[in-house]
């Protein structure tokens, strides 16, 4: 017969005493972390305080900044881009004084900044960034191509058109100097910018005629095929089936 040896029985006041014990252990422990992290805080106050200092005059300083130099310098810039733009525009719709209305539109007039004054005196607005892109496009009217390069790659824009438009301006400068496949690299990322079925059509043309150059025919039947297929009623369209043929 099995046989199985009895525990002996725990007096209360044992079992108490123990969690008393046990108890007064866990207050030891915090109050030993407590003491450990009183001394820490101690020790390296200096430090945390004078990081929250620096975080606050961070923020204060970019606060001030805004409000008392970004912003009235935002407006300013604004004003002073109206007289660039407008020579700008009347350049665009005028063939006889064209290149004299570009250049007042890049170097200013009349006490009043151009372009390029505000790309360095006002960076960081839109200003400035909308003047990168219509002083690209201003040398790039006036055949200055490597300067229309170097303007228009300092332009962004979430505005989808505009940005496909730069890229295709820059893709076409550097047709102009002879240099293929970065204007195919530009009309390909304008391509990646654009879905307006006036706009594609246009680059999609450009893209396919240059890829025809370069001998890379399926890139160039890619281009073409998209016109045929999207976009039948555009001007692109017009003798599409003879380019394909000729990429076949």
Do not use: W
């Not at 207050?27 to 990081?51: C, H, M, P, R, W």
């Not at 970004?70 to 881009?81: A, D, R």
């Not at 940005?163 to 204007?183: C, E, K, M, P």
């Not at 976009?231 to 076949?248: C, F, G």
């Amino acid at each position: 017969m099995a046989t199985y040896k009895k525990r002996a029985k725990k007096s209360r006041s044992t079992v108490i005493q123990k969690n008393i014990e046990s108890t007064k252990q866990v207050f030891d422990s915090l109050d030993e972390g407590a003491s450990k992290t009183e001394t820490f805080v101690n020790k390296y106050q200096n430090y945390i305080i004078g990081s929250i200092l620096s975080i606050l005059v961070l923020f204060s300083f970019y606060f001030a900044y805004d409000k008392f130099v970004f912003q009235p310098k935002t407006v300013e810039s604004n004003l002073e881009i109206f007289t660039a733009q407008k020579y700008f525009d009347m350049a665009m719709s005028s063939e006889k004084s064209k290149d004299s209305l570009l250049n007042l539109s890049l170097y200013g007039a009349d006490g009043k900044y151009g372009f390029l004054d505000i790309i360095e005196n006002y960076s960081g607005t839109d200003a400035a960034n909308i003047s990168y892109y219509s002083a690209g496009m201003a040398y790039y009217n006036l055949k200055k191509y490597a300067e229309s390069i170097e303007l228009l790659e300092n332009f962004s824009s979430d505005d989808a058109i505009l940005q496909s438009l730069s890229y295709t301006t820059i893709g076409d400068a550097f047709v102009q100097l002879n240099q293929f496949d970065d204007g195919l690299n530009y009309y390909e990322k304008a391509l990646s910018h654009s879905e307006n079925s006036y706009v594609r059509p246009i680059i999609l043309l450009k893209a396919g005629d240059l890829s025809k150059e370069l001998n890379q025919f399926n890139k160039a039947e890619r281009f073409f095929q998209e016109i045929k297929d999207d976009y039948p009623k555009s001007n692109e369209a017009n003798l599409i089936d003879i380019r394909l043929e000729q990429v076949k």
